[in-house]
């Protein structure tokens, strides 16, 4: 069972299930042919199409599958946790910040 920790993108071939156990929160989007995706604690199953995508939970597991002639290929994207967007956002407004200060002293 693959383990899907980092953004990632890779390929479905057709005929293939592929099972993967999810560490953290991830948005899965669908390229090249449609997927069909069970996760666990889910009733439902999925039918991605291509531009499809599907938010994932921590520690769910999911068998993913496509059918027909052609490869899929699954972009797996991190979804950052509430304290690392908000360390970036303060992050960021320190830097606008610093350019502001730095900005005010050259025209001094």
């Not at 995706?37 to 889910?42: G, M, P, Q, V």
């Not at 059918?67 to 991190?78: K, L, N, S």
Request: overall charge neutral; glycine content about 6%; aromatic content about 10%.
């Amino acid at each position: 069972m693959r383990e899907i920790s980092t953004s990632v993108t890779f390929e479905i071939k057709p005929g293939e299930t592929v099972p993967m156990r999810i560490a953290r929160g991830t948005r899965l989007a669908v390229q090249g042919n449609a997927v069909w995706a069970t996760r666990s604690n889910d009733i439902d199953d999925y039918w991605l199409e291509p531009g499809d995508s599907l938010k994932l939970r921590e520690r769910e597991r999911l068998w993913l599958s496509v059918e027909g002639e052609q490869p899929a290929y699954v972009v797996f994207t991190i979804v950052p946790r509430c304290d690392e967007r908000a360390i970036q956002w303060f992050s960021a407004g320190i830097e606008r910040l610093a350019q502001r200060f730095r900005a005010g002293w050259r025209t001094v």
